[in-house]
């Protein structure tokens, strides 16, 4: 063999020196998957800001091909790779594929997957451009989407069908932070042949891991908690090898083509180094400031999974360690009660996206209202409200975030 080759040879197989077998999880969200004696002894993973590789030979071009498409940074890049290994590692996938976005990895996943002619099932309450993909996305491709109330998963009994090629959800759920039984529903799913994707985005691996509890593949937006910095976009849908290595080639080669900046993976690396100890912070004060709204005579409700007050408290304590910093509230003054609260607020901000280091807000009923002058068939999901307020609860100190909220809802 060449040299060229023998190097190439050596990456395809190439694993890290130091073996983190029985490390836990907090030192595996700094270290696995970058052997730093591989890169110049840097401590910190490089960026390659490259979008093409050259070779020694035509040998050794072909080689690469060969080892899965290391030709060209839209399928190979080194410190995409790192991420998609250390995400891989801490949700205990055999193997991932990072992604430009959530909703990339959730486009790659379904285009892949699914032909003309199959059967897509999905819980009724979705992440708004989720629900926007399947309502109207999907449909064109000749794509049937089925939705279903997944609270009880034996409702998974009647709706599928031989066509049926996955089943989809998230929990905690967006906005509305319910519950769904992962473990309930991929029992019934697998009874059937049919397999179980989970979009984990509202707990990251740092609080719940949907392939232990028995589902198939796992998506994350990398946008929210496990860059947790509001600084960057990106998506992972994580699972076995053989799905993977298809959603690869396929979905990400020709499909969508929505490969993650290296600077972008670089930035989210760097987010998930300190993922366990945000996740301890944002879980912590997300329960106090639940706490505090729920006493407040001027709000009608939170939903807070590790509430008592929680419909689905028994489940989240059973799938999840910890509550996380997202939750729902509405007041008793409703749709323009909450449009008040929101206006008098000074430290929480009014903005879309969660699982920053700063707490941020948004009503969803308001933003629709908007939509619609674009699109008409424009709506909430089902069960979401219009007194619906979500609230991303950040890494500042509680007290001050309890303190803005009071001062708001003072008088409303
Ligand atoms: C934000 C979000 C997405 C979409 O992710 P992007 O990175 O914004 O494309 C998907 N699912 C959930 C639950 C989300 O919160």
Redesign the pocket.
Known sequence: MTSAEDQLEAEATSTPSRNDVGLAFATRAIHHGYDLAGFSNSVQTPVFLTSTYGFESVAANEAAAALGGRLYAREYNPTTEILEKRLANLEGAEAGLVLA????A?GTLILSLLSQGDELIVHKTL?S??LAMVEQGLPQFGIKVVAVDLSNPSNLNGAITDRTRLVFF?TPI?PLSRILDIAGIAEHAHSRGVKVAV?S??ASPALQRPLELGADIVIH????YINGHGDA???VILGDAKTLHLLRETGLRYLTGAALSPLSAFLILRGLKTLTLRMARHSASGLAVAQALEAHPAVAWVSYPFLGSHPDHEIARRQMSQGSGMLALGLQTGFEGARRMMDRLKLIIRAV??GDADSLIYHPASLTRSRKSIRTDAHLPDGVGDDLMRLSVGLEDAADLIADLEQALDGI
């Open positions: 976005s959530g909703m990339a959730f992440y451009n989720t998230e967006n979009d985005t509202f937006s990398l946008t929210k976009l990106g998506g996206s969660l």
